[in-house]
Structure formats: structure tokens, C-alpha cells
């Protein structure tokens, strides 16, 4: 027995996928292009189809061989490009980033919800707190440069008195009731 070539094989597969195609068409369809494809005029119409039709279809898409970046690595991606930025974005959020990637500021996920959401920032579905991170300083990044200062102020002021103390807590419910009003 003769072994098929990869190429045979896939001639095969596709006569195979002509077969189920019977049931759709019927039998006598199929034996009416059998007869018609022993027209050598046909067959060349055909032949010179198939091509044309291969030479028009699009390149066929390869995957990626690029891995998908983890969160962190999306994280440091945003502080690399808040250490790039013009200089008074740089002084505003860098020193912000650098306390936030050392865990000093907004430790849980939980934390940097809250914040985001008292902030009017999204964090969206992140499902981690670097994932949260990222996205909150990206949104920052995107800000024009005048609002970025009042935000980071804010945002900074909700980070260091956010904490699990009753202190903390008296602090976030003190700034709330100002931010109220009367």
C-alpha cells in the first residue's frame, strides 16, 4: 500500500466534503456535473475557475505568535509611558505610580474600585488589581494635561485616606459629606 501524500489528502478531504454535499444537492445534480465535467471544455472553464477564485481570495490569516500581555505587564507598560511623558505630566503621575506599583497605595482591587468609581474613572471588568491600575492610569494619561493635575490630586487624596482605619474611614466620610454640600 501506497502512503498519500499530505496533499492527496486534502484532495481527499475536500471529495469527502463534496459527498455530504449530495444529500443537499441530490443525486441528480451530481451526475449531471459528472457528465459535464467530462467535457473537456468544461473541465478547463473549471480548472482556470478554481484558480482564479484561489488567486482572489484573501491571504489566509495566521495566528499571532505574540502572546497576550499579563496585567502586570500591561501595568508597567502604562508607568513606562508616564515615565516618557512630557515633563508635568511625569512630575504629576509618576511619583503616583511608582508608590501604586510598590503596593503602598490602593493594595486590593477593591480599593481601586472605589476610588475609580468615586473618581468618575472606569476600571470596566478587570478582574485584577493591575489590571485595574492600568486602566486607571491609562484613562489619566488620556486626559487632556490641564485636568490631569486636579485628578491626580483627588485621586491621591482618595488613596492615602482611604484606608482600613477608623481614622481613614472618618476621613473618606468627612471629604464625602463636604463633597455633598449643605
Not at 502586570?72 to 505610580?97: D, H, S
Amino acid at each position: 500500500m501506497t502512503a498519500m501524500l499530505p496533499e492527496e489528502g486534502q484532495q481527499m478531504a475536500l471529495l469527502s466534503e463534496l459527498a455530504t454535499l449530495l444529500r443537499q444537492y441530490g443525486s441528480e445534480t451530481f451526475r449531471s456535473l459528472a457528465a459535464r465535467l467530462d467535457d473537456p471544455s468544461f473541465a478547463r472553464d473549471l480548472s482556470r475557475l478554481l484558480k482564479d477564485v484561489e488567486a482572489a481570495a484573501p491571504p489566509r490569516q495566521q495566528r499571532s505568535s505574540r502572546r497576550k500581555q499579563t496585567p502586570r505587564e500591561r501595568l508597567e507598560g502604562v508607568a513606562a509611558k508616564v515615565r516618557t511623558a512630557p515633563e508635568e505630566t511625569r512630575a504629576i503621575l509618576g511619583p503616583l505610580i511608582e508608590e501604586v506599583l510598590a503596593g503602598r497605595l490602593a493594595p486590593q482591587l477593591r480599593d481601586v474600585r472605589v476610588i475609580a468609581e468615586r473618581s468618575g474613572l472606569r476600571v470596566g471588568s478587570a478582574h485584577t488589581r493591575d489590571e485595574a491600575l492600568a486602566s486607571l492610569f491609562s484613562q489619566l494619561l488620556d486626559s487632556p494635561a490641564s485636568e490631569i493635575g486636579s485628578r491626580v490630586a483627588y485621586l491621591r487624596s482618595l488613596l492615602e485616606g482611604d484606608q482600613r482605619s477608623l481614622e481613614g474611614w472618618s476621613h473618606v466620610i468627612a471629604r464625602s459629606r463636604a463633597e455633598l454640600g449643605p
